[in-house]
């Protein structure tokens, strides 16, 4: 079986063991079947989105879909697109229903339709789990990465560290990880911590560790991660994939996004002190662009997908930095009890 690969020296580029590689860093936008907004997304920057991610569990529990892939053992074929596609197992959904699935079943059906990134059915950790709990679905989720190991033939499974809100279990995980040898690693449960007044206290220690735990040779994924203010600070931090679902979700309250944080509202744009070079932006009255969920779900991709472009252009160079503190700036500015600027200092002292 070919191993993955991964370009540590300026963390450029990886590519998996099935041979599907992408630019770095990288944004997997959630695929949405029969969804306008996603495939209008990828017609119009088919060169920004190297990659996706697909529900491996909503396609293998519709029969007639999973055994046309099974078939076919083509996933890109199905779905129309060329680049890098990860998976996820369903571990999301397991956490508020009962799958009736098991992991090894999950993992091999990943794998036969031709998926990049395979996903263990790891077990989600809110922050409100305690700490036994924590442990107990630790132990599970190794033994779920453990078996899909010895199953996976074509693409690369992903190692999930979990541990919830204990860093030490955190750390644990990852160490465990390593001595499994796997060759990407994806940071499961962390996205709600930063939810909390874009609060990067704990999100930034557990991507620092994970990040020095696992040394510089391999991509670090964090699951769930897509609103532009953030990413650029976990990219800084170690971070290099992301993924999610968030341009549509924002959407849908009403909430446009930019780099320096979402808005409900076009005040600072009418005021002059943003302006979005998007197509959508740059088609549209901005009224227009709030008022219509499907603009502004375009809008919010093409922001997230500007941010990534971004961090490309500056991630050789001094730049970053600089960017980082522009960011800063205007987002306390519009946010001002926002958390997000004190701590990425404390994390600095």
């Not at 078939?71 to 369903?90: M, P, Q, V």
């Not at 998926?115 to 059915?121: E, G, R």
């Not at 994970?210 to 670090?220: L, T």
């Not at 009418?270 to 499907?294: L, M, N, Q, R, S």
Request: aromatic letters at 10%.
């Amino acid at each position: 079986m070919r191993t993955a690969s991964y370009d540590s020296t300026d963390r450029l580029s990886w590519t998996s063991a099935s041979g599907a590689g992408c630019e770095l860093p990288v944004f997997l936008p959630v695929y949405q079947p029969r969804e306008t907004v996603f495939r209008l997304a990828v017609s119009q920057h088919a060169h920004a989105i190297a990659g996706i991610i697909v529900n491996a569990y909503f396609l293998y529990k519709q029969r007639p879909i999973r055994e046309t892939l099974v078939r076919t053992g083509s996933l890109k074929e199905y779905i129309g697109f060329d680049g890098l596609i990860a998976t996820d197992s369903g571990a999301f959904q397991g956490f508020t229903r009962q799958l009736f699935l098991s992991n090894k079943d999950i993992v091999r059906f990943q794998d036969a339709i031709g998926s990049d990134v395979i996903a263990p059915l790891d077990l989600v950790t809110p922050p409100g789990d305690n700490r036994t709990i924590a442990a107990k679905k630790l132990a599970a989720t190794e033994k779920r990465i453990i078996e899909g190991l010895a199953l996976v033939e074509r693409g690369t499974l992903a190692g999930v560290q979990q541990g919830g809100r204990f860093m030490d279990l955190r750390h644990q995980s990852v160490v465990r990880l390593m001595e499994l040898e796997v060759e990407y690693l994806a940071i499961g449960s962390l996205v709600p911590f930063f939810n909390v007044n874009h609060d990067l206290n704990f999100v930034g220690a557990v991507i620092r560790d994970a990040r020095a735990a696992a040394g510089s040779d391999i991509p670090m994924h964090i699951y769930g991660a897509g609103d532009p203010s953030e990413l650029p600070f976990m990219f800084a931090m170690g971070a290099d994939i992301f993924d999610s679902s968030s341009y549509k979700q924002y959407a849908n309250d009403g909430w446009y996004m930019t780099p320096f944080g979402a808005l409900r509202d076009s005040g600072p744009i009418t005021a002059g002190e943003y302006a979005c070079a998007c197509p959508i932006c740059g088609g549209a009255a901005i009224g227009d662009v709030f008022a219509d969920k499907d603009l502004l779900a375009q809008h919010n991709l093409n922001t997230i997908l500007m941010t990534i472009e971004r961090l490309r252009s500056l991630r050789r160079g001094l730049g970053l930095d600089a960017y980082l503190s522009e960011l800063l700036d205007l987002h306390q500015r519009w946010f001002p009890d926002s958390l997000l600027r004190n701590s990425w200092l404390a994390l600095h002292d």
